[in-house]
Nanobody, 115 residues
Framework: QVQLVESGGGLVQPGGSLRLSCAAS????????MGWYRQAPGKQRELVAS???????HYADSVKGRFTISRDNAKNTVALQMNSLKPEDTAVYYC?????????WGQGTQVTVSS
């Protein structure tokens, strides 16, 4: 089993920034995929950004140019730097890691963008 602990959510004004972090622990062998998803009220969970072990990244169109995902393979951590936040970014953000064809999920952290 892999355990994920997220941190960094909160309330921010439009145009502001937040940084989410996620640390993986437990039975870690080789995490090939790390990513962030989000789920807004009444909506399906969606991929925000992902990063492979080699560093290749993928972003949802809605966050390109504003969010940056990064990972530290030695520490088994993944971060999401979110800039120029908009009210529509309000959601619960979930960390996900993929190892040996199994996906593990964090408990979620609330991000609220409001004035």
């Amino acid at each position: 089993q892999v355990q994920l602990v997220e941190s960094g959510g909160g309330l921010v004004q439009p145009g502001g920034s937040l940084r989410l972090s996620c640390a993986a622990s437990g039975s870690i062998f080789s995490i090939y995929l790390m990513g962030w998803y989000r789920q807004a009220p009444g909506k399906q969970r969606e991929l925000v950004a992902s990063i492979l072990s080699g560093g290749n990244t993928h972003y949802a169109d809605s966050v390109k140019g504003r969010f940056t995902i990064s990972r530290d393979n030695a520490k088994n951590t993944v971060a999401l730097q979110m800039n120029s936040l908009k009210p529509e970014d309000t959601a619960v953000y979930y960390c996900m890691v993929g190892q040996r064809a199994v996906q593990y999920w964090g408990q979620g952290t609330q991000v609220t963008v409001s004035s």
